[in-house]
């Protein structure tokens, strides 16, 4: 406890000393600053007067700027000798000091610090001083763009020395309290470093029995604090990770549901409808196929959620026609869409080719055809626009469905987010699908965006950079 004790006293010395000493110099150098810009300043305003020889007016300019700043005034001409001082003490006496030789030397404003009485320094420049000490500023006096002479001001600088004290005196104070103080809060210290120890136990308990919600309190900044912040952390993220594995089934359930309908409807087509010739059953099976390759890639992508939440989603980028892409897609949903009483039309400009991996691009405009479908009811439209402008690839899916209401639709791209929860269920929508196609859209150096109005429908633009 000694150690501990004399380690935070010498700690608080070393703060102490260090904060005087920049009180300190914040002091000097303000008080400097501000003094030497009046100094400059008075030496503007003396110049008029002072070029002119006009000494009735010389010097009520210096008696005058003397009241205002509390300090002694004097103008000297281009040899240092006293033209006029606020005393009256010392005109025709030469004033050789160091700052003034600076400024006539051609050095510029200078200042200097002296304690008062000296002799030969501070004992003329004040009257009627004993302890004390004077700020002398010297600034050279203007006239016609060339100097013609050097203003001295003169102030007392013991306020700036007695505030310093005054802190000084302060920090001894605070360090013999907090000494104190540590002394006796140290007594008390031992008991409470069981009390952390066994809220972690308690914790842990919970955690092995399949509890994730138990948390411990966090106070101060502690070992056992960063200890029980960490445990915290490690809850939070294993009652995430169970939450996802809970909502995971639910999304693959949204994600696979639809291309298993198509299939379904495939399929029942060729059991149950007349014998067909051998081309359509052909054409038909080869829907099938695709159906089944598109819940492959489906499946893949859900299981790699974790890679697009670390940025670590790859993809196999290659030259694919985006017209045929909407077209091929379009023409899969066709029966989904003839089956719920839609139309679905097309404006598709010819020859439109973009660098991108086809299976995944074909994901995000078969996700955003679906979803036109399942929102759109019986009679309504589906179309699909394609057109270039500048240097991108702009592709629209637009519906006359139900619409998205404004304040949801800065959500509509978030992962699990929905806007009708009681009608997503009924579509087997988690809100996923959006969230995985912006994702992918993003990996192809383009963006989404969304537009809508409730009962009137809505508009889905994806911009892709064209190749070359």
């Known amino acids: 406890m000694l150690a501990y004790l004399l380690i935070i006293c010498v700690a608080f010395y070393v703060v102490t000393a260090s904060l005087i000493r920049l009180v300190g110099e914040y002091l000097f150098s303000q008080k400097v600053s501000d003094e030497q810009r009046m100094a400059g300043e008075l030496a503007v305003a003396l110049s008029e007067p002072f070029a002119d020889r006009d000494a009735e007016r010389l010097y009520s300019d210096v008696r005058s700027a003397s009241e205002s700043t509390g300090g002694r005034i004097m103008v000297l001409d281009l040899y240092g000798v006293v033209q006029a001082d606020t005393y009256s003490e010392y005109n025709g006496t030469q004033l050789m000091r160091s700052e003034v030789a600076m400024v006539l030397s051609g050095g510029g404003e200078a200042y200097g610090f002296y304690e008062s009485p000296e002799s030969g320094a501070g004992s003329f420049l004040l009257p009627g001083l004993t302890v004390d000490m004077i700020g002398l500023y010297a600034a050279p006096i203007m006239a016609d763009e060339s100097m013609a002479g050097v203003l001295v001001f003169i102030t007392l600088a013991q306020d700036m020395y007695q505030s310093l004290m005054y802190i000084q005196t302060q920090m001894i104070l605070w360090l013999v309290l907090v000494a104190l103080a540590v002394a006796i809060l140290s007594l008390f210290v031992s008991r409470f470093f069981t009390k952390p120890v066994s809220n972690l136990i308690t914790g842990m308990s919970q955690m092995t029995r399949g ?34 594995r809970s909502q995971f089934v639910s999304n693959a359930s949204h994600e696979l549901k639809t291309p298993l309908s198509t299939m379904k409807i495939l399929i029942e087509t060729l059991v149950y409808q007349e014998p067909m010739d051998e081309g359509m059953c052909r054409e038909f099976l080869g ?3 695709k159906e089944i390759d598109r819940l492959n890639l489906v499946i893949n992508d859900l299981l790699t959620l974790v890679s697009m939440d670390s940025g670590e989603m790859k993809v196999n980028m290659k030259s694919a026609s985006l017209t045929d892409m909407l077209n091929e897609t379009m023409r899969r949903l066709q029966p989904l869409a003839r089956e719920r009483g839609i139309e679905m039309s097309a404006a598709i400009a010819q020859g439109v080719t973009v660098n991108c991996d086809p299976m995944k691009l074909t994901q995000v405009f078969y996700n955003l055809m ?75 150096g383009g963006d989404i965006t969304v537009s809508s109005e409730e009962e009137k429908g809505s508009t889905f633009t994806v911009e892709l950079p064209l190749q070359g």
Do not use: W
């Open 211 to 244: 509890d994730f919600s138990g948390r411990v309190k966090v106070k101060g900044k502690s070992e056992f604090a960063q200890l029980a912040s960490t445990f915290n952390m490690m809850c939070d993220r294993l009652e995430s990770l169970d939450k996802s």
């Open 370 to 444: 679906d979803n036109a479908i399942k929102y759109t009811g019986r009679g309504g439209e589906v179309k699909i626009e394609l057109v270039r402008k500048d240097k991108k690839a702009i592709a629209r899916v637009i519906d006359t469905g139900i619409g998205i209401p404004k304040e949801d639709q800065m959500h509509i791209f978030d992962r699990f987010y929905r806007v009708d929860k009681a009608r997503s269920r009924e579509t087997g929508g988690t809100g996923l699908g959006l969230s995985i196609v912006k994702q992918v859209v993003l990996l192809h």
């Open 287 to 289: 829907d099938i196929n």
